[in-house]
């Protein structure tokens, strides 16, 4: 699966943390925006970092790198930004799902590291809300039409912009 932001910077990184850390081994994660910063925020590390997330393997990069031949298969793809949403987004290989779950942005906090570190925290939550609400579906006895359906229902969970 892919989480897809416009900076690929804090809510798509900590969304791909998510997965891979709820989805224990049921999935596997990535993360990648369509005009990447080209680092993570500092706040979304250490968010990582609190969570006991190693934060070494977490680069902000374009969304790209998932469109080659060489590319992973791609089952489904979350926006959890507007801007993102609205894009046209490559061509990935495989036909994915696509849902979007946006959510406010804690890379656009001001104030400081407490801020940028409540709304990281913040982001954290209503995410996890959606990644565990996502990981009770089963997916695989849904059709398409259903599955889209119930990724919809769960992007306009508490917080959803």
């Given at each position: 699966m892919l989480v897809l932001c416009t900076g690929n910077s804090a809510r798509s990184i900590l969304?791909?943390?998510l997965f891979v850390t709820l989805g224990a081994g049921r999935l596997t994660a990535y993360s990648a925006g369509s005009k990447p910063r080209g680092v993570?925020?500092?706040?979304?590390?250490?968010?990582?970092?609190?969570?006991?997330?190693?934060?070494?393997?977490?680069?902000?990069k374009s969304w790209l790198e998932f469109t080659g031949p060489d590319a992973p298969e791609i089952d489904l793809a979350i926006t959890v930004c507007g801007n993102a949403a609205g894009e046209a987004c490559p061509v990935f290989p495989g036909t994915p799902l696509r849902a979007h779950w946006g959510l406010p942005d804690?890379?656009?906090v001001t104030g400081g590291e407490a801020a940028e570190d409540a709304a990281s925290a913040e982001t954290w939550r209503l995410l996890e809300m959606r990644v565990k609400a996502m990981l009770a579906l089963d997916l695989a006895a849904l059709d398409r039409e259903e599955a889209e359906r119930e990724l919809a229902r769960i992007g306009q969970m508490e917080g959803a912009a």
């Open positions: 969304g791909e943390a993570p925020h500092p706040g979304a590390l250490r968010r990582l970092a609190a969570q006991g997330i190693d934060t070494a393997p977490f680069r902000s804690p890379a656009d």
